[in-house]
Each structure stands twice: as structure tokens, then as C-alpha cells.
């Protein structure tokens, strides 16, 4: 059987060794997980990992040193693409953090911050378990069930100006979109590499993804 | 549906070992800090804390590759405090697994730190643990202020103002803890979680002082804190994490089954 290479971009910033593990626990036989900032192996792998953290200011500054801008755009547009966390905001046209960000633009749609009344019991950052509703049937859903639980933390949300693209939505005051996915590419707000069984599901059905 | 409150076993770790007694009936070396949380794990706790004691280098490089050990399989957040001074104390624990950090004294000496801290990493993995007593006398407003050293050197600074200071500052959260309810068990000071709380927009995590499954679900309704810290009712096998859980459910309490 042919080994199967997915690459975790690392652009040097994040945890990514967290989700590396994740991927590789549920890794099966023939898949090497690889965490690259090498746009040739990127170029060259079945399927991307895109992990992200912090804000988005500095990911994409990261992604522009690193020169991972372009391999990023490419693969979310051909492979097999799992965008997290700030691996999906920056996927977006522009992000409101930072004084307002160009972000990669291979969704369209902007990122906002979470507003609530001045004296709401809601907090910022949204940090902790919180369900996600399956919107759209997805092989990434495989065995894993309707509102289930997952780890998020973040202060600003995706908003796609094509509603159809929204998989999974949640609600934290309001509801906002927490999952996108689009022909070969699928971005989750919360962290699959945290998330105990629902999140390593995830990981082993996105590794069994052909993309389609 | 919404966001589920949650609960954050705490365990004490001395060169790479649990120390402080856990203990459960099944596992062969409650000192493993593998065992321990993948056992916490299994009982459904939300995160887990580890705080590091240790005083050497070399005892804190054993704990470096503890947490390497535990983050390769436990996929629930990690938070490690204890000994976090610089932004490459951090970059060594997020690079070794964990997901956020706790700064506790080191803010007190430098509270730039805390800001060059979420700057380099970002708010999400900074959590800041502030130790506090009350220092105001039961006729006078409640007031508490900010303790070092265990509980035993006091620095004169106001618990309520450093919260907002610390937010202001990028802090993803506050790990609040009484002092004066540490290790009594007889609940969280719930004024002071509350105070603070209710005077920051970022989660607090009350801390200090759990004796029994009540008290847990008290820091959320009454302390309005957004998670629960305990060490020892989960240690000694008094309770597991999920007989928590449903005796926070039966006071109305959203939580992750």
C-alpha cells in the first residue's frame, strides 16, 4: 500500500505539537504525519493540517516570513484541507482583529469580535466545551454525533458571505458559524487536538478523507 | 445549548511525579502523571493543571518531558504553572504539550510580562493565578489583597484592581484562589470569586478551599466563576470527576457529559 504524507504547516507559531499528536495517534499504518514549513513537501503531501493560534495579525506576518502564504492558498484549494482554529479565520477575506487584517481570501467573508451587553455574564474569549450542530452531513461527521462537544477558545468568529458553506454552527450568545467546509476543505474553530474522542474522530476521519 | 462550565482536577508535580496522594483503586503507580490524567481523562474532567513545585533546573526539565509524556495521550487541555518567568519558560511547555500556561508570581514582580507574554503567544494560553486573602475585618467592606510565597508574604496589592489589570493586560483567564480556604474544605471564598468575576469580562476559575461535590457547583452559581479547580476530593477517591459533573447538572449547571 502507498504511504500516505500529510503535512501540519508550521509556521512557528502555536501548539503544534498537540496537534500533530492528535493526528498522529489516529494515524493509521501507512500515514506519516510531517510537520513542515517546507512549500515543496507541502506541495507534495496527500493532505494538510492547518493549525493556528494567537492573533491574526501575527499568523499572517508568520505566514509571510515563512513564505507559506501561496503553498497554503494552493493546498486549501486542491488536498485535502483541515483548517483550525486561526487555520480557519485566516482562510477569510479579513479578519476585524488587529485594527482590521487582509487575511488569505480563499473564503470569502470577514472575522469579528464577539459583542455582548456591557453587563453580560458572557465572557470573552468563548473558552471551554461547547456543542457544535452538524448544519450539513459531512464524511468529517462520521461517527460523531449530532451537538457534540468540543473544546473551543477564541474571541472572534468567522461570518461567509456563501451561508451554504456553513457545516457546523454554535452558540455563545450569539450563534456563529464554528464549522466551514467547501469541496476539498474543512475549517473548524474549535480544536479537534483537544476535544478528547470527538476531536481524535475527527482527526481519524479527516485522515481517511479523499477530499470529496 | 451552550457553554459547558467546567471542572479542572489540579495535581502537584515534584521532578516529573504526582506527589500529594492520588489515589485510585486500579492504577499501578499513582505517582505517573500519564496514569493520573489519562484517569482523569476517563472520568470526563474538562482540563487538567498541573502545578510544578520543583525547585532546580533539572527537576524542571523532568517536568518538561512529563508534560511531552501526558500531552501524547490525553487530548484534553493542559495547563501548567509554577516556575513560568520568561517568555522561553513558555515556549518550553507549549513546545512540550501544554496548551496554556499559568504565571503567578513572576506578573507580581513584572506585570509587563503578562502583556509580552500574550503578545508572543496570545491570550488563549495565559492563564494568570493570583493568590488572594482577605484583609478587610467582617465591619468593614470586603477587601482582599494579592499573597506571595504561598500565602506568606503579602504585597499590599488590591485582589479586584490586579484582575482588571490583568485583563487589561491580554490574560485569557484568572485562576483565582483564597488563601484563607485553601486546604480547609470548607468551600471557595465565594465573595471574592464573585467580585472578581463579575468585575472582568475574561473567565475565572475559582480555586480553594473544595471539601465536598456542593461546593464546586456554589463557585458557579454564587461565585459566577466560568470553571472549578479542586486537588484533593478527586485525589483520595472521595469522587470521581463525573459524580461532579452530575451533582453540578442537578443544580441546573450546563456541563460536558
Known amino acids: ?19 500533530s499528536k492528535a493526528a498522529e495517534h489516529m494515524a493509521p499504518d501507512n500515514t506519516r504525519i510531517l510537520v513542515t514549513h517546507n512549500p515543496d513537501e507541502i ?7 492547518f493549525p493556528g493560534q494567537g492573533a491574526a495579525k501575527a499568523c499572517m506576518g508568520a505566514l509571510q516570513e515563512t513564505g507559506m502564504i501561496h503553498p497554503v492558498i494552493q493546498a486549501a484549494q486542491e488536498k485535502p484541507f483541515l483548517g483550525i482554529c486561526m487555520g480557519l479565520q485566516v482562510l477569510m477575506s479579513h479578519s476585524d482583529e488587529n485594527q482590521g487584517i487582509k487575511c488569505l481570501d480563499v473564503i470569502p467573508g470577514n472575522v469579528k469580535h464577539f459583542e455582548f451587553e456591557e ?27 449530532q451537538d457534540s462537544r468540543f473544546y473551543f477558545v477564541h474571541s472572534y468568529y468567522v461570518q ?6 456553513i457545516t457546523g454552527q ?43 | 445549548m451552550s457553554l459547558a462550565k467546567r471542572i479542572i482536577p489540579c495535581l502537584d508535580v515534584d521532578d516529573g511525579r504526582v506527589v500529594k496522594g492520588v489515589q485510585f483503586v486500579d492504577i499501578r503507580d499513582a505517582g505517573d502523571p500519564v496514569e493520573v490524567a489519562k484517569r482523569y481523562d476517563q472520568q470526563g474532567a474538562d482540563e487538567i493543571t498541573f502545578l510544578d513545585i520543583t525547585a532546580t533546573a533539572h527537576d524542571r526539565n523532568t517536568t518538561v518531558h512529563m508534560v511531552e509524556q501526558v500531552a501524547s495521550q490525553v487530548f484534553i487541555p493542559l495547563t501548567v504553572g509554577g516556575g513560568i518567568r520568561s517568555v522561553e519558560d513558555i515556549r518550553t511547555m507549549l513546545n512540550a504539550g501544554a496548551d496554556k500556561v499559568a504565571i503567578n508570581s513572576a506578573a507580581i514582580f513584572n506585570p509587563a510580562f503578562v502583556k509580552e507574554a500574550c503578545d508572543a503567544f496570545g491570550s488563549q494560553c495565559i492563564v494568570v493565578a493570583i493568590d488572594a486573602k482577605k484583609v478587610s475585618q467582617p465591619d468593614e467592606d470586603n477587601k482582599w489583597e494579592i499573597f506571595t510565597h504561598g500565602g506568606r508574604k503579602e504585597t499590599g496589592i488590591d485582589a479586584v484592581d490586579w484582575s482588571r489589570r490583568m485583563a487589561c493586560l491580554g490574560a485569557g483567564e484568572l ?14 471564598d465565594l465573595e471574592l470569586t464573585r467580585a472578581i468575576s463579575d468585575t472582568v469580562s475574561i473567565p475565572v476559575i475559582a480555586s480553594g478551599g473544595v471539601g465536598e461535590l456542593s461546593h464546586l457547583a456554589k463557585g458557579i452559581t454564587e461565585g459566577h466563576a466560568e470553571a472549578v479547580l479542586a486537588a484533593s476530593i478527586f485525589h483520595f477517591g472521595e469522587h470521581t470527576v463525573e459524580e461532579a459533573k452530575l451533582a453540578m447538572q442537578k443544580e441546573g449547571i450546563e456541563v460536558r457529559l
Open chain 1, 43 to 49: 506541495a507534495d503531501a496527500d493532505a494538510v493540517i
Open chain 1, 170 to 212: 454554535t452558540t455563545h450568545g450569539t450563534t456563529f458559524p464554528s464549522v466551514l467546509s467547501h469541496n476539498n476543505l474543512f475549517a473548524i474553530q474549535a480544536h479537534p487536538e483537544k476535544s478528547a474522542d470527538n476531536g481524535l474522530q475527527l482527526f481519524k476521519n479527516f485522515l481517511q478523507w479523499n477530499g470529496q
Open chain 2, 175 to 188: 485562576l483565582v484562589t483564597s488563601m484563607d480556604r485553601d486546604g480547609t474544605k470548607i468551600g471557595f
Open chain 1, 119 to 145: 453587563n453580560s455574564a458572557l465572557k470573552t474569549p468563548h473558552m471551554g466545551w461547547n456543542q457544535i450542530h452538524q448544519t450539513q452531513e459531512h464524511p468529517l461527521w462520521h461517527n460523531i454525533s
Open chain 1, 1 to 19: 500500500m502507498d504511504q500516505k504524507l500529510v503535512a501540519v504547516i508550521d509556521y512557528g507559531m502555536g501548539n503544534l505539537r498537540s496537534v
Open chain 1, 160 to 165: 461567509p458571505e456563501n451561508s451554504g458553506i
